[in-house]
């Protein structure tokens, strides 16, 4: 049923994304008129969006996915320009006819029509997709589309099938996609498709213009601890999006691009300046985690730390959202718990963890004979580091450390203490853990 063309169709007709200009013209008039550009092209245009795909009783119920299409380099072939583009992994020259409103690519030296938005509302062409020049008999329409708070006008296409195919695909003037929703009731499993814009970049004449929808990250219960017992200070918690997307432990978006820490101390009206502590992504999960080296003059005389999140989205805005949104986090310090001062270890050691199965925290323990810069790092049965737990220097003594495990797969992983003096190797060991959900 899902032929090798039909996932063509979905990989290519989710193509482009945005919005921008009105217009209420005669089509003739639109027809004629360069001033409309339902694809710009320009170096450094880009598109964002996610697209989703549903077949509620399939082998596979959903999937999200986080696209991009980018327009590179101008280039010039037998005097025609065209630009680089970018999507799903294949990169064509295109160009778009503003005299006559058609989209072009060319592949094997030859130049094929994508879309004519030049025709009339339901007159029909035959569109070629890019890749294995795959054709299919379409039908313009023209709507109108809110994208990012504003109404636009915009041309598109419908396309059926024989197979109960059906798929609307819209550009907006003067900006490039806008929309697209698909659904299959065929044989077998009915499945929808959809893909929405989450951000992006248009050159305007002057400069660029970069479009976003608004979002507002947050952290897990807001789990912050009130109080801390150590110079050394380490946390882990999900962040989430608006624009994170689950399916399933294995098929979710995670939006966050980038986090940092920010603290700084306070006692009655006496601030210090802000310091700023890069966050650590776990791999494959939307946990983060920090470290910090904090300073005992200040909290062993009574100063408060105050922390808050940084946190930048993956779309093309570059802003940074603040956690909380408004104020910080205020902890304050009690006496050390987890390291016993009066009883120094006289060697360096890695404990097994306990509970070993564990579902979904354990508890690794340590300890340093010496003051020493510490590692301590998991890893799965493949190398790639899912959590680092410790990264900075630590006093000899006892420590225990938690990990949570639930943003990760079962399995066999490995715990890894490493732990050095003046850049020397002093003490490296591993263990295995299992996690079992």
Same mark, same amino acid.
């Given at each position: 049923?899902?032929?090798?063309?039909?996932?063509?169709?979905?990989?290519?007709?989710?193509?482009?994304?945005?919005?921008?200009?009105? &217009?209420?013209?005669?089509?003739?008039?639109?027809?004629?008129?360069? =001033?409309?550009?339902?694809?710009?092209?320009?170096?450094?245009?880009?598109?964002?969006? #996610?697209?989703?795909?549903?077949?509620?009783?399939?082998?596979?119920?959903?999937?999200?996915?986080?696209?991009?299409?980018?327009?590179?380099? +101008?280039?010039?072939?037998?005097?025609?320009?065209?630009?680089?583009?970018?999507?799903?992994?294949?990169?064509?020259?295109?160009?778009?006819? +503003?005299?006559?409103?058609?989209?072009?690519? +060319?592949?094997?030296?030859?130049?094929?029509?994508?879309?004519?938005?030049?025709?009339?509302?339901?007159?029909?062409?035959?569109?070629?997709?890019?890749?294995?020049?795959?054709?299919?008999?379409?039908?313009?329409?023209?709507?109108?589309?809110?994208?990012?708070?504003?109404?636009?006008?915009?041309?598109?296409?419908?396309?059926?099938? /024989?197979?109960?195919?059906? %798929?609307?695909?819209?550009?907006?003037?003067?900006?490039?996609?806008?929309?697209?929703?698909?659904?299959?009731?065929?044989?077998?499993?009915?499945?929808?498709?959809?893909?929405?814009?989450?951000?992006?970049?248009?050159?305007?004449?002057?400069?660029?213009?970069?479009?976003?929808?608004?979002?507002? @990250? $947050?952290?897990?219960?807001?789990?912050?601890?009130?109080?801390?017992?150590? +110079?050394?200070?380490?946390?882990?918690?999900?962040?989430?999006?608006?624009?994170?997307?689950?399916?399933?432990?294995?098929?979710?978006?995670?939006?966050?691009?980038?986090?940092?820490?920010?603290?700084?101390?306070?006692? %009655?009206?006496?601030?210090? @300046?802000?310091? &700023? /502590?890069?966050?650590?992504?776990?791999?494959?999960?939307?946990? $983060?985690?920090?470290?910090?080296?904090?300073?005992?003059?200040?909290?062993?005389?009574?100063?408060?730390?105050?922390?808050?999140?940084?946190?930048?989205?993956?779309?093309?805005?570059?802003?940074?959202?603040?956690?909380?949104?408004?104020? $910080?986090?205020?902890?304050?310090?009690?006496?050390?718990?987890?390291?016993?001062?009066?009883?120094?270890?006289?060697?360096? =050691?890695? &404990?097994?963890?306990?509970?070993? @199965?564990?579902?979904?925290?354990?508890?690794?323990?340590? =300890?340093?004979?010496?003051?020493?810069? #510490?590692?301590?790092?998991?890893?799965?049965?493949?190398?790639? =580091?899912?959590?680092?737990?410790?990264?900075?220097?630590?006093?000899?003594?006892?420590?225990?450390?938690?990990?949570?495990?639930?943003?990760?797969?079962?399995?066999?992983?490995?715990?890894?203490?490493?732990?050095?003096?003046?850049?020397?190797?002093?003490?490296?060991?591993?263990?295995?853990?299992?996690?079992?959900?």
């Amino acid at each position: 049923m899902y032929s090798k063309y039909f996932c063509l169709l979905l990989l290519f007709s989710s193509l482009f994304i945005g919005a921008l200009s009105v &217009s209420g013209q005669s089509l003739n008039k639109i027809h004629s008129d360069s =001033s409309h550009n339902f694809f710009p092209l320009h170096s450094g245009n880009e598109w964002q969006s #996610v697209y989703h795909f549903s077949c509620p009783f399939g082998y596979i119920t959903c999937g999200y996915e986080l696209k991009c299409i980018s327009v590179g380099d +101008r280039i010039v072939i037998n005097d025609t320009v065209y630009h680089k583009v970018s999507m799903e992994g294949v990169t064509n020259p295109w160009r778009y006819d +503003r005299a006559e409103h058609k989209l072009i690519f +060319r592949q094997d030296n030859q130049e094929y029509i994508y879309l004519d938005l030049g025709l009339a509302p339901g007159e029909a062409f035959t569109m070629t997709l890019p890749g294995e020049l795959y054709n299919k008999d379409v039908t313009i329409y023209e709507d109108t589309l809110m994208v990012f708070g504003n109404l636009k006008y915009c041309k598109g296409f419908h396309y059926t099938n /024989v197979d109960w195919t059906f %798929e609307d695909v819209l550009f907006a003037d003067n900006f490039g996609f806008a929309w697209l929703d698909g659904k299959y009731i065929g044989e077998g499993p009915d499945a929808t498709w959809h893909e929405t814009l989450l951000s992006a970049k248009v050159y305007s004449g002057t400069g660029y213009t970069v479009y976003s929808l608004p979002d507002s @990250p $947050w952290i897990e219960g807001n789990d912050i601890p009130q109080f801390y017992s150590s +110079r050394y200070f380490t946390d882990q918690f999900n962040i989430y999006s608006e624009h994170s997307f689950f399916c399933s432990e294995n098929n979710f978006i995670d939006y966050i691009d980038s986090a940092v820490v920010e603290i700084f101390y306070s006692k %009655e009206a006496i601030q210090t @300046p802000i310091q &700023s /502590v890069q966050m650590n992504h776990i791999s494959q999960s939307i946990s $983060w985690n920090y470290f910090l080296n904090l300073n005992p003059l200040y909290f062993e005389n009574g100063y408060a730390l105050n922390l808050r999140f940084k946190v930048w989205n993956k779309s093309y805005n570059n802003i940074a959202y603040p956690i909380p949104a408004n104020g $910080w986090y205020k902890m304050k310090y009690e006496e050390p718990v987890g390291v016993d001062e009066e009883n120094i270890p006289s060697e360096y =050691s890695l &404990s097994q963890n306990f509970p070993n @199965p564990f579902n979904p925290s354990t508890t690794i323990t340590y =300890s340093l004979a010496d003051e020493a810069f #510490v590692e301590l790092e998991v890893f799965d049965i493949l190398g790639n =580091s899912v959590a680092c737990l410790v990264n900075g220097k630590q006093a000899a003594g006892e420590y225990s450390i938690d990990f949570n495990a639930g943003n990760i797969c079962s399995g066999i992983y490995f715990v890894k203490l490493y732990a050095q003096i003046d850049g020397k190797l002093a003490f490296i060991d591993t263990k295995k853990i299992l996690f079992l959900k």
